[in-house]
């Protein structure tokens, strides 16, 4: 079975600071990878995708995840966290059978403090 | 600009009444989803549908329907045979294999 799984419910981190958010994953061959952020009340907003090569991918906002095969894990990082960071992430990764469907984790909130 | 659209933000509904949510997108996108949300559970997939007047059902979807005669369009009908309808439903769209996701804002649904 494909799935993803974000270890973590909730990351403090205060403003300033590096921030990291957790993903493994379990899928069988190579993965499509995705990071999203949800503000309260909001539909997600895409950050970055892994699908080939380089094992760093940057993204939207400053963020970037790194891809690592033998650990199965897609960490999202960000250098220096802000305030506005505040929100719900969501790691996801495509069903490699089905393009059309994704599994979710289940979210981890981030609170970046000033 | 072009984005997905879904109305009404907040409905209330009734026990044993359908209720209809609505999403369009105008980014020429062939697939579209529907997905639920519940708090520390991540997304659901309800429906999904690759080109028009086709759809397939996805992870939960026992007491929904849907229809898709435009592109840009695909409703979803909750049923009064959904059990525990009260969440916040995210519609999407795709633009092909290998893309990412795109969201609307999302319609949460609460059953009095």
């Known amino acids: 079975a494909q799935s993803v799984a974000q270890p973590e419910d909730q990351v403090n981190v205060a403003e300033g600071n590096p921030l990291t958010v957790k993903c493994t994953y379990s899928?069988?061959?190579?993965?499509?990878l995705f990071w999203y952020v949800q503000y309260p009340n909001r539909g997600l907003q895409f950050l970055l995708k892994?699908?080939?090569?380089?094992?760093l991918v940057k993204g939207s906002y400053g963020f970037e995840a790194e891809f690592n095969k033998s650990q199965t894990s897609f960490h999202l990082k960000k250098p220096s966290a802000l305030v506005s960071d505040s929100a719900l992430y969501f790691c996801?990764?495509?069903?490699?059978?089905?393009?059309?469907?994704?599994?979710f984790g289940s979210g981890t909130k981030l609170n970046v403090k000033p | 600009d072009g984005g997905i659209t879904q109305s009404p933000k907040y409905l209330f509904r009734k026990e044993g009444q359908n209720v209809t949510l609505s999403c369009e997108q105008n980014?020429?996108?062939?697939?579209m989803y529907w997905y639920r949300q519940d708090p520390g559970q991540g997304l659901r997939l309800i429906y999904y549908?690759?080109?028009?007047?086709?759809?397939q059902k996805g992870d939960i979807a026992e007491g929904y329907s849907v229809s898709r005669e435009k592109k840009e369009s695909f409703p979803l009908t909750v049923t009064s045979a959904q059990k525990n309808p009260t969440a916040f439903y995210l519609c999407?769209?795709?633009?092909?294999?290998?893309?990412?996701?795109?969201f609307g804002e999302g319609s949460r649904l609460t059953v009095l």
């Open positions: 996801a990764v495509r069903d490699l059978n089905n393009f059309n469907k994704f599994y």
């Open positions: 899928v069988s061959g190579n993965p499509y």
């Open positions: 892994y699908i080939t090569g380089d094992n």
């Open positions: 980014l020429n996108h062939d697939a």
């Open positions: 549908s690759q080109i028009v007047n086709d759809f």
């Open positions: 999407a769209s795709m633009p092909g294999p290998g893309g990412e996701l795109f």
